[in-house]
């Protein structure tokens, strides 16, 4: 039988195509990280997957001298402009505490983040921000849901940080836009996504939200002790909490990085947007767990490793300096080592850290050290 060749344009189609087939089931081998094809984790989780890498991450519920609705760190946007020198965007953003991780995430804009704090409280502030966030439609909108606030008239898409809370902080709190909030909040935790919030859970989020409702944009980082006890969830224990040092939300939102620029996660629609989209997709993940502790953070490299992801930045807060006290650092320096990072990884810190060479006590003089330089003495230990 005679054999009648394809057409020269056909063959090359098929070559082609091809090709082009073995190229895409290789390409997780061919392209090293910080290339185009990063990062490799997923573009979003579903709502089981999102609540089960928090509950399989976490620990036992711990405590700490106080509740966690707010940062009083001054000088937290002062590191931005150098860690953004050294550390990759689009990577996962690790963190501990309260509103600031918004900030260097709006920095960073990493593809997933993870937020492991010792208080259980913690992981409901962080669920109370998600549903914040992607219930409103823009800055002034969640600044109004945040404190209960009614909406000032005026305000716009192009209006500074400053004139939104000097705005705000004219305006007085309203019982029925809280209760309303409150409501909001709850059904979409758990009507939408479906999350099994415990009744625990629910009155961690309502402490929150009556906190932010009861001193709105004023609230600082002692308000709360003036407030009820709060619930045994929260973990707080009380007693001295340190320096308030002045600061409130509006402050903090107010603030710059040193050189002038506004970097907060308020300073701007885009900032803004960038964290509703991480938030609506279910990549910004509460952990609770001890940085001292066994499971929390090698669980989630153990995660992150699976899924070919890289730690860009890794913000510890003033926590070693407890750590240190605790004898706990080098547990510590092990887990974190464990984690996938590499040359551009970067710690954010507040007080002294370890790589001021000590643990320095307060929480402002925020600095910023290359994590491989750090955890060097425990680098062959993981």
């Given at each position: 039988?005679?054999?009648?060749?394809?057409?020269?344009?056909?063959?090359?189609?098929?070559?082609?195509?091809?090709?082009?087939?073995?190229?895409?089931?290789?390409?997780?081998?061919l392209v090293p990280y910080g290339t185009a094809a990063e990062p490799a984790v997923p573009s979003q989780l579903t709502d089981q997957q999102f609540w089960n890498l928090s509950r399989d991450s976490s620990e036992a519920d711990g405590v700490f001298r106080s509740d966690n609705l707010l940062s009083n760190e001054t000088t937290f946007q002062f590191v931005i402009p150098d860690v953004l020198k050294a550390a990759k965007q689009g990577r996962?953003?690790?963190?501990?505490?309260?509103?600031?991780?918004?900030?260097?995430?709006?920095?960073?804009?990493?593809?997933?983040?993870?937020?492991?704090?010792?208080?259980?409280?913690?992981?409901?502030?962080?669920?109370?921000?998600?549903?914040?966030?992607?219930?409103?439609?823009?800055?002034?909108?969640?600044?109004?849901?945040?404190?209960?606030?009614?909406?000032?008239?005026?305000?716009?898409?192009?209006?500074?940080?400053?004139?939104?809370?000097?705005?705000?902080?004219?305006?007085?709190?309203?019982?029925?836009?809280?209760?309303?909030?409150?409501?909001?909040?709850?059904?979409?935790?758990?009507?939408?996504?479906?999350?099994?919030?415990?009744?625990?859970?629910?009155?961690?989020?309502?402490?929150?939200?009556?906190?932010?409702?009861?001193?709105?944009?004023?609230?600082?980082?002692?308000?709360?002790?003036?407030?009820?006890?709060?619930?045994?969830?929260?973990?707080?224990?009380?007693?001295?909490?340190?320096?308030?040092?002045?600061?409130?939300?509006?402050?903090?939102?107010?603030?710059?990085?040193?050189?002038?620029?506004?970097?907060?996660?308020?300073?701007?629609?885009?900032?803004?947007?960038?964290?509703?989209?991480?938030?609506?997709?279910?990549?910004?993940?509460?952990?609770?767990?001890?940085?001292?502790?066994?499971?929390?953070?090698?669980?989630?490299?153990?995660?992150?490793?699976?899924?070919?992801?890289?730690?860009?930045?890794?913000?510890?807060?003033?926590?070693?300096?407890?750590?240190?006290?605790?004898?706990?650092?080098?547990?510590?320096?092990?887990?974190?080592?464990?984690?996938?990072?590499?040359?551009?990884?970067?710690?954010?810190?507040?007080?002294?850290?370890?790589?001021?060479?000590?643990?320095?006590?307060?929480?402002?003089?925020?600095?910023?050290?290359?994590?491989?330089?750090?955890?060097?003495?425990?680098?062959?230990?993981?």
């Amino acid at each position: 039988m005679k054999r009648h060749p394809l057409p020269l344009n056909v063959r090359l189609s098929i070559l082609t195509a091809a090709a082009l087939i073995l190229f895409l089931t290789g390409i997780d081998r061919l392209v090293p990280y910080g290339t185009a094809a990063e990062p490799a984790v997923p573009s979003q989780l579903t709502d089981q997957q999102f609540w089960n890498l928090s509950r399989d991450s976490s620990e036992a519920d711990g405590v700490f001298r106080s509740d966690n609705l707010l940062s009083n760190e001054t000088t937290f946007q002062f590191v931005i402009p150098d860690v953004l020198k050294a550390a990759k965007q689009g990577r996962v953003y690790m963190g501990v505490g309260p509103e600031q991780n918004f900030t260097y995430m709006a920095a960073l804009k990493p593809s997933m983040a993870v937020i492991i704090d010792i208080r259980h409280g913690n992981l409901d502030v962080q669920l109370m921000y998600k549903a914040l966030f992607e219930l409103s439609k823009d800055r002034a909108e969640f600044v109004s849901r945040l404190f209960s606030r009614k909406r000032p008239a005026g305000l716009t898409a192009k209006s500074t940080v400053d004139e939104i809370f000097s705005a705000f902080l004219k305006a007085d709190g309203s019982k029925d836009l809280y209760e309303e909030n409150l409501k909001a909040v709850n059904d979409l935790l758990v009507k939408k996504h479906g999350f099994p919030l415990t009744d625990g859970d629910l009155e961690g989020i309502r402490w929150a939200m009556s906190n932010y409702y009861q001193f709105g944009p004023s609230i600082s980082y002692n308000s709360s002790l003036s407030a009820n006890v709060p619930p045994s969830i929260v973990g707080a224990i009380g007693g001295n909490r340190g320096g308030n040092n002045g600061v409130t939300y509006a402050s903090l939102m107010m603030s710059n990085d040193g050189n002038g620029e506004s970097r907060s996660f308020l300073a701007s629609e885009e900032n803004f947007a960038f964290l509703k989209d991480l938030e609506s997709r279910n990549m910004v993940v509460p952990v609770v767990g001890d940085f001292g502790g066994d499971k929390a953070i090698r669980a989630v490299g153990t995660y992150l490793k699976g899924a070919g992801a890289m730690v860009s930045a890794f913000y510890l807060s003033n926590v070693e300096q407890f750590l240190n006290q605790d004898g706990k650092w080098d547990k510590f320096c092990a887990s974190v080592a464990s984690l996938p990072i590499d040359e551009t990884s970067m710690f954010i810190r507040s007080g002294g850290g370890r790589g001021g060479r000590g643990f320095g006590g307060g929480v402002q003089n925020s600095s910023s050290n290359n994590m491989m330089g750090d955890l060097a003495p425990c680098l062959g230990k993981r």
